[in-house]
């Protein structure tokens, strides 16, 4: 079938679905609190190259304007990622403070034994 | 027994994925539908209209400066969240 | 408790840190950078301030400079509000149109997003870092 040739030529695009499975798997297993946050930040690198790869043109240069350059890089999608990237960071960030809490009040960072306690 | 129902779903999830992602447009065409003609503007006349050799820079600045604007209200609302969230109520537990 | 040889490059990298991160904002017209990469360049040099040394009483003039700021919240205000009279401004500049945005009102908004950017980053490794239920550093002593 003409499918996997057609995958080999978006190689960029398979490289940010595979991110997203490595990272939902790293967020679906593992019982530590702050290996699930590390999970969340892989799944959300991933779809910023996925947005990022779409706005390549073969043989262009960064945009910036310059006299001896002609083709350039969409810089569209670079404008949209970098709010992006602050949305990142900010739920990194209280994820991070509530995990701190949760620390002091029940002891431990394991989610199986959260659960038990809590039962 | 947990891990095997989890591959088997990401499994399930990563190959119509990647089926998805092998029908969209060659990676790094021109003809690309995401080259239109916002993008020739923006290159184009980005120079004389701002003063700004940084394209992205002026598109974030100058052209969609809104978009800016709500971001840093994001901002302003995570570290009012972390402050609320640490700080709390005195005295609570 | 305080290394003396992290002390020691601590403070003398740090002055270079900062002019560095400066200078990202400033000439994101020219080259790559602008107000985010930059800002996230300044609160990195007051971050290696707060981990080169544990207790307060032991930071110089910058590193106070950098807790007053961390700590007490209102200069964050204070670049909300120039922000968005700078986007008020803006805007009514262009449903009246005259052109773009004068060149005086973008120089600000710049900045107003390096300095926000940078105080967001510190204020969070600031908070985080205190621990303790009772607002104490969890490395105070020994």
Redesign the interface.
């Known amino acids: 079938m003409e499918l996997i040739p057609s995958l080999m030529h978006n190689y960029y695009y398979l490289a940010a679905v595979l991110l997203f499975l490595i990272g939902a798997y790293t967020m679906l297993t593992h019982p530590n609190l702050i290996k699930k946050v590390i999970g969340l930040n892989i799944m959300e690198t991933s779809v910023f190259l996925l947005l990022v790869a779409i706005g390549y043109v073969e043989g262009g240069n960064?945009p910036?304007v310059s006299p001896e350059t002609h083709v350039y890089v969409n810089p569209l999608p670079h404008a949209l990622i970098?709010t992006g990237?602050?949305i990142a960071?900010s739920i990194t960030?209280f994820a991070?403070?509530l995990i701190?809490k949760i620390y002091?009040h029940y002891g431990t960072l394991c989610t199986d034994q959260i659960a038990k306690m809590r039962r | 027994m947990k891990r095997a129902v989890a591959i088997l779903v990401l499994a399930l999830i990563g190959l119509s994925l990647a089926v998805t992602v092998a029908e969209m447009p060659t990676f790094g065409s021109p003809e690309n539908p995401t080259n239109n003609e916002v993008t020739e503007r923006y290159l184009h006349q980005g120079l004389e209209?701002?003063?700004?050799?940084?394209i992205?820079?002026a598109i974030?600045?100058?052209y969609r400066?809104l978009d800016?604007?709500g971001e840093?209200t994001v901002?302003?609302t995570?570290?009012t969240a972390?402050?609320a969230a640490?700080i709390g109520f005195k005295g609570a537990d | 408790m305080r290394d003396p040889l992290l002390a020691i490059i601590a403070r003398s990298l740090n002055p270079f840190i900062f002019v560095y991160g400066l200078y990202i904002i400033f000439y994101?017209?020219?080259?790559?950078?602008?107000?985010?990469a930059g800002g996230v360049v300044v609160a990195t040099s007051f971050i290696l301030f707060k981990l080169a040394f544990v207790s307060k009483d032991e930071y110089g003039w910058f590193g106070k400079i950098g807790y007053y700021l961390a700590t007490k919240?209102f200069f964050?205000f204070v670049v909300?509000g120039v922000?968005?009279f700078g986007?008020g401004l803006?805007f009514l500049s262009v449903i009246f149109p005259l052109g773009?945005?004068s060149?005086a009102i973008?120089g600000w908004?710049?900045t107003g997003?390096g300095f926000?950017?940078a105080m967001?980053?510190v204020?969070?490794f600031y908070?985080?870092s205190?621990?303790g239920?009772d607002g104490t550093d969890t490395k105070s002593d020994a």
Do not use: R
């Not at chain 2, 209209?49 to 940084?54: A, F, L, P, S």
């Not at chain 3, 994101?28 to 985010?36: C, Y």
């Open positions: 960064a910036i970098l990237i602050v960071v960030a991070l403070a701190v002091h | 209209e701002t003063g700004n050799h940084n992205v820079s974030l600045v100058e400066a800016t604007f840093l901002l302003f995570a570290i972390v402050l640490y | 994101g017209d020219v080259s790559p950078g602008g107000g985010f919240q964050l909300v922000v968005s986007i803006t773009m945005i060149d973008a908004f710049k997003i926000m950017v967001s980053i204020l969070i908070t985080l205190e621990g239920k």
